[in-house]
């Protein structure tokens, strides 16, 4: 019985020494897959992030572009012409001016 | 047996434990190696090897307008750039591209070809021919983005804008002497690489805008600035000169409102244009002001007390010899006070003007006017000008100098010069930069107006505009300048070319007329020269009308409201209306010669007068005027209303009531739509000019 009672304290002990073996192997893994995760989360963030100022830099060529076609629209030379041509507009005659108070 | 084997394995299991040690050992001998020793080098080999620095090209900040009209924007574009050594065939890719882009084959293979690692294809190139090289894939060729300058209104305002050069660098004018804030820097951005070279912005993405260069608001209205080169180029045309140009500047501030230049050019293809034609003239050509000048010595003259504004001088009937020359006049004048001198633009009576004033505070006040200095707009190649040093000065020097010869000015000094009487006698420093943005629009710096300093009085600039304003009465030599419900002060100018590379005058001439408007209130200088004008030359012909056409439209277009117009000049509305009795401007105060006064073309020789410089004797001209020589007094030349009535304005239209308003000098306080119903001062009574008369207006259908 004695012998017995050795042999189990033996294998307790074994199996506590096990355990505390994977609780630190499970908690390292699980730091490491942790720490990995977020790297890849950095990762993927960092693309998006590079994806959306290239979309940003896209938009804002895009609205530079619309500014220069709608300088060049409100140009005084095509709203002149157009107001001669299209709507037939003149400049004032003397007399025509009026102060409204 | 069995110990000896026991043994034996405890053996090699050492043997094998002590391997398994000494590697372990190296093992961790290199990892402190790589780990401790070696790893700052080592960090930076791989942050090279994993990181890669993005430099963002600089974004030229734009231009504006005073209104905040873009003038000069920047734009990325594909620069296509190839690595030789990477090109599989350098003459089938230089076909290609050649092909795709326009361009000769043989001198593209010839770049191809060379030992260079790196050239260029073409730079800023068009959407479509980034597009047709893209679909080439061909190894060795890339893309580059680099900034594109474009001027969305084309010419308008091109030699005041000037232009960029193919790396980004202003050439000319705004563009170069503003490069450094236009310009910006290049922005850094580190991002991690991929294993296919892509970036990662783990980072952070780059800051908007932060480095990009800082935006300019000009002082230049663009509406006023198409104004000023539409009339510009009729004026040359019509004169078939070879050069024009006109500056609009605001006298209270110094803002040059337009510079323009007939022919311009278009700075977005700018290598189309000879040089000649990209020069800002108003600032880098000089001209002799002619008869424009005179209004500046009798300004100092007037200011200096050597002469009053009724002294009369005699102009020798068109000849006259002095120090060994004889000066001429266009036409033959006898006596003259100091207004005709300057409205008949007598030579004769502005060298004996300055005879009296002395070359001293003559040559003092020509340089407080601003001439023989740059003018300070800080703009580049803003010329001196030419003033002989003092020192050099003769008598026949001075004499010619009060007539605008053996002077050289620039169009923008004699426009400020200008400005500084209409401005009450204080010279502004002309402004072309109202402030400096940056890229979300806010101001960050102001360049505020910089009065140079006080030139003449208040009294005197006001006696020089009432003779400024005589030369646009009729018979005068600006008549043409007249505007139509504004009074206008002005000289004309008109002077022979000196021949280029030898002395004496050529038979080409510069006409201008410079003036500002409203006289008693003015608004805006205007001056207008037109270089080597055919047929006609004079200032009052060739450069007078373009004067009228850009003040009357810039004043509509600034709401400058007209004054009164002379009954004769309205369109009549549709009912008859009471006018008003306009009365002569009132005799001016001189004594008349005896006989009284003549028609200054028809008078008869000097001995038929007592001329009151030969009163003084030949030693009066420097003389101050005798007492009993009127007082200064204003020309006053704007109709003045008498005995006004109010009109009637019962059944008229809002259009029709208001014209007739205008015509009699009358504001109308206008109530309602329609017909006119009432009026609060019934018609027919007295009324100054000025008077305010509510009239309610009513539909027909309503009353």
């Known amino acids: ?101 | 047996m069995k110990p000896l084997v026991s043994r034996w394995i405890r053996i090699r299991l050492g043997v094998v434990g002590v391997i398994y040690l000494a590697a372990l050992a190296m093992v961790l001998a290199r990892v402190f190696s790589l780990q401790v020793l070696d790893r700052p080098r080592l960090a930076q080999l791989a942050e090279k090897q994993h990181t890669a620095e993005i430099h963002l090209a600089p974004r030229r900040g734009p231009i504006y307008d005073r209104r905040m009209q873009e003038l000069a924007v920047s734009l990325d574009v594909d620069s296509i750039y190839a690595r030789p050594g990477e090109i599989r065939s350098q003459p089938l890719a230089a076909a290609r591209l050649a092909a795709a882009l326009g361009m000769d084959e043989d001198a593209l293979r010839r770049r191809l070809e060379g030992k260079r690692p790196f050239v260029w294809v073409k730079r800023r190139v068009t959407p479509g021919e980034a597009e047709a090289v893209r679909t080439l894939h061909l190894a060795g060729v890339g893309f580059f983005k680099e900034g594109r300058r474009y001027y969305p209104h084309r010419d308008l305002a091109a030699q005041v804008l000037g232009f960029v050069g193919i790396d980004g660098q202003g050439l000319e004018a705004v563009e170069r002497r503003f490069d450094d804030v236009l310009r910006g820097k290049v922005e850094i951005v580190v991002a991690t690489r991929d294993a296919l070279l892509r970036p990662i912005m783990d980072r952070g993405a780059p800051e908007d805008d932060a480095d990009a260069g800082h935006g300019l608001v000009l002082t230049i209205d663009h509406a006023i600035q198409y104004i000023a080169e539409t009339e510009i180029e009729a004026a040359v045309r019509q004169a078939q000169a070879a050069h024009g140009v006109a500056i609009v500047m605001e006298p209270r501030t110094g803002d040059v409102l337009a510079i323009a230049e007939a022919p311009g050019f278009n700075p977005n293809v700018y290598a189309d244009s000879p040089a000649e034609l990209r020069k800002c003239r108003a600032f880098s050509t000089t001209f002799e002001p002619g008869s424009t000048f005179k209004i500046f010595v009798v300004a100092a003259a007037l200011e200096s007390g050597a002469i009053r504004p009724a002294d009369r001088f005699y102009c020798e009937n068109g000849a006259y010899g002095f120090a060994g020359r004889v000066i001429h006049d266009v036409h033959p004048y006898g006596w003259l006070d100091v207004a005709d001198i300057v409205k008949h633009s007598s030579n004769i009576g502005a060298l004996k003007i300055a005879d009296r004033l002395g070359a001293d505070p003559f040559y003092r006040y020509i340089r407080d006017f601003g001439f023989g200095a740059p003018s300070g707009a800080d703009f580049p190649g803003d010329l001196p000008g030419l003033l002989p040093p003092l020192q050099r000065w003769s008598r026949i020097t001075q004499g010619t100098i009060a007539f605008g010869q053996g002077i050289a000015v620039t169009p923008i000094q004699i426009t400020a010069a200008v400005a500084a009487i209409a401005n009450g006698g204080v010279l502004m420093r002309p402004r072309l930069v109202l402030a400096e943005v940056d890229a979300q629009g806010r101001r960050v710096r102001r360049y505020e107006p910089q009065a140079v300093r006080r030139v003449i009085s208040e009294d005197t600039a006001r006696i020089v505009t009432g003779f400024m304003k005589r030369v646009t009465e009729k018979g005068g030599t600006g008549e043409a300048a007249r505007t139509a419900g504004y009074v206008v002060a002005g000289k004309t100018g008109t002077a022979q070319k000196i021949r280029e590379g030898v002395r004496g005058y050529s038979s080409k001439r510069v006409g201008s007329f410079i003036g500002f408007v409203p006289a008693d209130d003015p608004r805006l200088v205007i001056s207008v020269i037109i270089d080597e004008p055919k047929g006609i030359p004079y200032g009052g012909k060739v450069a007078a009308p373009a004067f009228r056409g850009i003040a009357e439209k810039t004043l509509t277009y600034l709401n400058v409201p007209p004054q009164p117009l002379p009954p004769e000049e309205i369109e009549s509305p549709s009912k008859k209306t009471p006018t008003l009795e306009v009365a002569a401007p009132p005799a001016r105060r001189v004594p008349e010669p005896p006989g009284g006064r003549t028609p200054v073309a028809q008078r008869g020789p000097a001995e038929s007068y007592e001329p009151v410089l030969a009163k003084r004797g030949p030693t009066a001209l420097g003389n101050p005027p005798p007492p009993e020589t009127a007082p200064p007094s204003i020309p006053a030349v704007t109709p003045v209303a008498l005995g006004a009535r109010v009109p009637d304005f019962a059944g008229m239209s809002v259009r029709e009531a208001l014209q007739l308003a205008q015509g009699n000098g009358i504001t109308i306080d206008i109530e309602g739509s329609g017909v006119a119903v009432s009026q609060s001062v019934p018609a027919g009574a007295p009324a100054a000019p000025g008077t305010t008369v509510k009239v309610v207006f009513s539909s027909p259908e309503r009353s």
């Open chain 1, 1 to 101: 019985m004695k012998g017995a009672g050795r042999r189990n304290g033996r294998v307790w002990r074994r199996l506590r020494t096990f355990g505390a073996a994977a609780t630190v192997a499970t908690v390292l893994t699980g730091s490491a897959l942790f720490y990995v995760w977020t790297r890849l989360q950095v990762v993927s963030w960092g693309y998006r992030i590079s994806q959306a100022s290239a979309r940003q830099e896209e938009l804002r060529q895009a609205n530079r572009e619309l500014r220069i076609e709608a300088a060049s629209l409100r140009s005084p030379g095509r709203i002149e012409s157009i107001a001669r041509k299209e709507l037939g507009l003149d400049y004032t005659r003397p007399g025509q001016v009026f102060a409204v108070k």
